[in-house]
């Protein structure tokens, strides 16, 4: 397949190298026409081009082509010494960080990674800058370089999952951490952009969280995360998403998956009073309100029962506070649905906490 060859004028940038399916890279895909770059559809024409070309920077997509990709990295390393940074969804980030991770003649297999889409200007900066953002230290790649050696005899699948895992989930709770959290959400709106889908997000922390660290030591502490990110993920439905964000803070993103939309879109064709456009999704208030009720049900772990100060008036019980804000009524981005959430989480503990609220109104009173 022949190169396509796109030029540039307004970027101080040096020839770029894009390997691969760059359709999904680009946020804003019709500016991607001004990057100074040559594109190929493979590793083995890439490694043809570097032969014949001079490049500043190589960008390698993983989707679509991890066969042979160690290999084939390794040529463009022995072909040339342009820094090489890959190009993955999400979903892809563990192979990413294996990647950085492996040494080959005492350097680096791939320099650098990018989490995609991305705008276009941030992609050049990032190339051309050459910072490295998530690039491991050399005691990074020996600690990682011996988690993958201890899982030597396990299948590739197998040492991805693991991988997926520490790159995804917060080690204390087991639920999703604050980075998978914001990227999930920012996907699911885009998604529910395009077919006309509802996106809900809660934020919610533990009421006087701080006093039971006080009076009753860290340990406990982890419990009553522990406890909360338990019952919450048992209270959601699947396809949810349920992550700690920080400290006592947690956030569930609530959305209509493909069949579940269907079904939705079906009914409302039936049901006026059940449509696919109200203003958030019905269950996510539901499962708000089972929340609290399964915490009113249940005590503050064993250690920290104290009638000086859990719960409200000291009973012993936990509780939340938390808010809800929906798109795309309440915000048109993830930032704009966490910023409204704030808010009346905010709204939540100065009305006497224990509650959670909808952006301007509470939903369990």
Known sequence: ?????????????????????????????????????????????????????????IAVVLSGIQ?????????????????IVLLAQMYEEPIAIRLTCSVYNDKPLADDYMICPVQVDNFCEFLTSGKNLHAPSEY?????????????????????RHLEKMATEDDLTGLKNRRYIREFARQIIEYARKENGRVTLLVFDIDNFKKYNDLYGHTAGDEI???AAHLMHRCCRAHDVVGRIGGDEFAVVFWDDPSILKAVIEQSKNND???????????????????????????????????????????????ISGGLASYPR?????????????????????SGKNRIYLVGKPVNQ
Request: net charge neutral.
């Open 1 to 57: 397949m022949a190169a396509s060859k796109q030029s540039i004028s307004n970027r101080n940038t040096g020839k770029i190298l894009l390997v691969g399916d760059i359709r999904k890279v680009f946020l804003d895909a019709a500016s991607a026409a001004s990057i100074n770059c040559e594109v190929h559809a493979t590793l083995p024409e890439a490694v043809k081009a570097v032969q014949n070309s001079t490049f500043s920077a």
């Open 67 to 83: 066969t042979k990709l160690n290999s084939s990295i390794k040529s463009l390393r022995d072909k040339c010494g342009a820094r």
């Open 140 to 160: 990074q790649r020996s600690e990682e370089s011996a988690s993958w050696a201890a899982l030597s005899d396990e299948s590739t699948e197998t040492k991805i």
């Open 225 to 227: 995360l522990k406890q």
């Open 273 to 319: 009073r059940r449509s696919i456009d109200s203003d958030h999704p019905h269950e996510a208030m539901l499962i708000a309100r089972r929340f609290i009720s399964e915490l009113e049900k249940t005590p503050a772990p064993v250690g920290t029962r104290d009638e000086t100060g859990l719960g409200p008036e000291g009973t012993g019980v936990l509780t």
């Open 330 to 350: 309440d915000g048109q981005t993830i930032q704009e649905l966490f910023e409204q959430a704030d808010k009346a989480l905010l709204e939540a503990k100065r």
